[in-house]
């Protein structure tokens, strides 16, 4: 199971860190991933954490987004900063690298004035 949680409304340039709590699963072993779909468009993937320990981010979010994880208390985390308009969308975690093979229910982002 996947939960997201740390979406919400924040102005232009403004800052927010995602939560993705996993449970059910070897969570350490897995690469894990956060994809984003904007409203009206297909799914995006944003960023991979590898199990061996390399990131990786698309091009939009490199140099603002950071990912990271704590195999510990098995969660993933994203911290998004400098965020603009174009950032708006329900963001999901998910096992594995690109769009992911299972992913949680979402936690929406809004970035507006």
């Known amino acids: 199971q996947l939960v997201e949680s740390g979406g919400g409304l924040v102005e232009p340039g403004g800052s927010l860190t995602l939560s993705c709590a996993a449970s059910g699963f070897a969570f350490k072993h897995y690469t894990m991933s956060w994809i984003r779909q904007p409203p009206g468009k297909g799914l995006e993937w944003v960023s991979s954490f590898y199990s061996a320990g390399g990131r990786e981010y698309s091009d939009s979010v490199k140099g603002r987004f950071t990912v990271d994880r704590n195999n510990g208390n098995s969660t993933l985390y994203l911290t998004m900063r400098g965020l603009k308009p174009e950032d708006t969308a329900v963001y999901y975690c998910?096992?594995?690298?690109?769009?992911?093979?299972?992913r949680g229910q979402g936690t929406q982002v809004t970035v507006s004035s």
């Open positions: 998910a096992t594995g690298s690109g769009l992911g093979t299972n």
